[in-house]
């Protein structure tokens, strides 16, 4: 198998798609069915969440700016026997051409509210919607994992730990990012610390340790080498491994930042170590606890006052153990100017282009969001921006990382304690819809159930 | 910020770690530790699986054959002022030269069974981790999860929707292949369909039928651009759908496959279709059932009778929502002829080079594992084979997707109905130790604690 086989390539992201994006497309092609049409990506519930933080939108910017079926693409989908050559002819000239508006990457949001809103020719907006629901669904989901294990360390520093148990390689690329814009500290991704700039941090692993003959030595060598690291003192006995630390420092000078612990009673071992290293005038060696944490065992041991200075966090954290994915939607909302919707009780969606308003009370902080017509002046902050233009980013979708990131802690600040806190808020944040969209909604499902629309239309098979 | 900076290169794998890999890599030339070290990648505990299926192996030896540091590698490594020339030197003439022992992909294995042994010099053994267990775990995860969900389905086809809210990109590639393997009979991943030879599938989403003024105008159209299709028969009124799809095919003579329903009740709704399909004569149209499916719901609805004929699955197999991780490790198990391990009761391993052997009864069910010393005579099958050598692949590391597709289904029809039921098995598949690792487990751990080890050297510290 060549070596290509494995990784997407950038030129390869058209493919990215499920096949009934492409058979729906040559149907519109065929059917002549290009009218601008309305898609909404949003969560329909939160699980385990008091809010969501948007993420994601720079990738599917790139993408959509990037959008192109190579050669290769095209030879493949001719191999299936399911699209003409005209067809083929048509994606060889594809381009988006649409328009973008998105949340800000940073932003606090909530159920039924789009975090991005595609505005299309109908087979365009159609056919991305594999490729964005994926990227703002991981991205969105672990950016706000990330953000309540950032909550919960109290300011402490949290470093990336999780490339290793995540799904595949691009999951904890895309997520060091995330945990940028969340408010993790630095990563061990050293990948994503390339590409984007990251702050990377390590240790040692238990295997460097048990490589040499004596723990002791280990620690010596390490720390010769990378003066200040910090040394993992859990390998054999935790507490003969936090003396030796102290014997390195004043027998043998070196300094060191901190000792690691990362297994064991981590609140009796953690105190112990502390009144080791105190004992020994080291009170500026900090400690560094690691293993199966994440935001209840963080808030846990603080709770108790366990001397821990900074967190490593993987696994948990990286799948989003509690909750593996957000239950996102791409659903068509307008089409040829008419609100579109989905009757069902359970997955019905809000007709037509919409903008969110957030209001505020005096001192700042988030009260409520009204979800809005697009077309209304309505009070409040409105969240939404155009973020492409015709296939083009504007201003507004150029925005770099650290302001995403610097978008985040100032919105999180002026959301209310019960939302930023672990457990479920009471009451959840409130969000309404405006009279104006409430009034399309029920004219939309009044339409479709008894009006003219295809529910009411004669159906001619025996019942 | 550049297209190249979303997704990994294949010349870029060599980043793709943590950070301290390299750390204690350059320490290893530093003190020159290059002697042989043997790490073992193995699952601790199964979490709601009764058994694992291997996965990834491949994808681990093109990585391994293929690995280099490129100089954009080493400019960016260079530049965290942690690594000093002369390594930089080193890394950029790396090579794997290691060899590797490993279970065939699709064959079932239980906790502590080495999946994959890797012999090298310590400092390539150790710099590979995070890509092997990156890889291993989630494809092995996914793997395992996917059979389950075929086993369930009773030899009714399934088929992988789950790309759109798995995690990245890499993810839904890897499980596709890995799904392959399990017994799912396609996927709507183009991109894995192309890269893998995969069969891709689907059907057509809610927002195709809202985008028609009617109902049965979408069906008409799309059932005459892909006779023999599958249409989506709950937009709106589902058993109206239904009839629509009776009229289509009655009155228009259009071919129709199937119907899916992707809402609603399953049970009544699929009674209730079968029953409108067969009087209309229309036996032959199958139903298609999707929406939050998982092994559990497909085995409840099957047990009861309900009349589906095949199922779209997607994203709770495809993020594994009920254990989104496995519980691997990579541990050194032994360094310059030297067994090693961790002594920690929760997190310890087993020393030395390694062997497992599956006994089978007369009429060849598995009926329990013996791990073995690599060097001792055992009844059994062994079940670990040399894929690797000096960084080549030998003839058993090159099988084809085909084999281990075909390796899974045999080896699952030999485990017994116990392990391959959905409840937890009771008892669990028996795996024990050989008197000869015993042996070499006691002694290691009487030497770490007793003997000349590093757990006994002399602590100078003030205690």
Redo the contacts between chains.
Sequence with gaps: ?P????????D?TA??????Q???L???V??G?HEE?V?DLFVRRLKHRNYLLACGL??VL??LE?LRFSDE?LG??AS?D?FRPDFLDFLADFRFTGSVYALREGTPFFPDEPVLQVVAP?GQA?LV??FL???I??QTG?ASKASRVVHAAQGRPVAD?G????????????AARAYYIAGIAST????A????GLK?????????????????DAFR??AE??PGTTLLV????TL?G??????LV??HGLRVGAIRLD??DLDTLARQARQ?LD??GLADVRIFASGSLDEHRIARLLAQGIPIDAFGVG?RMG???DA???D?A???SA?AGTP?????A??SNLPGRKQVYRLRDASGLAVQDVIATADEAHEGEPLLECVMRDGVRTEAGRRSLDEARAHAQDELQRLPERLRALDPADPPYPVVLSEALQARLDQTRHR?ENGA???N?A?????
């Design positions: 198998m070596a290509s086989a494995s990784w997407m390539r950038p390869q493919l990215f798609t499920d096949l009934y492409l058979t729906m040559q149907a519109y065929r059917e069915m049409a898609f720079d990738t790139e993408f990037t693409a493949y989908l299936l399911l109908i159609q919607e594999t629901l994926n990227q669904t991981f672990i730990f490339m290793r148990r995540m799904h595949g390689v691009d999951a904890p690329l895309k061990s991704n050293l990948l610390g390339h590409l984007y990377v941090t390590g240790t040692m692993a238990h295997s460097y340790i048990e490589a040499h003959d004596h723990e002791a060598a390490f080498l990378y859990d390998t054999y006995d003969d936090v003396r030796r630390v102290v014997d004043r027998t297994s064991g080791i004992e020994a696994t799948t989003m153990a593996p994915y957000l996102t791409y659903k068509l089409y579109r919707m989905k009757l069902s359970q997955k479709l629309g295809p529910a239309e159906v001619n098979a025996p019942r």
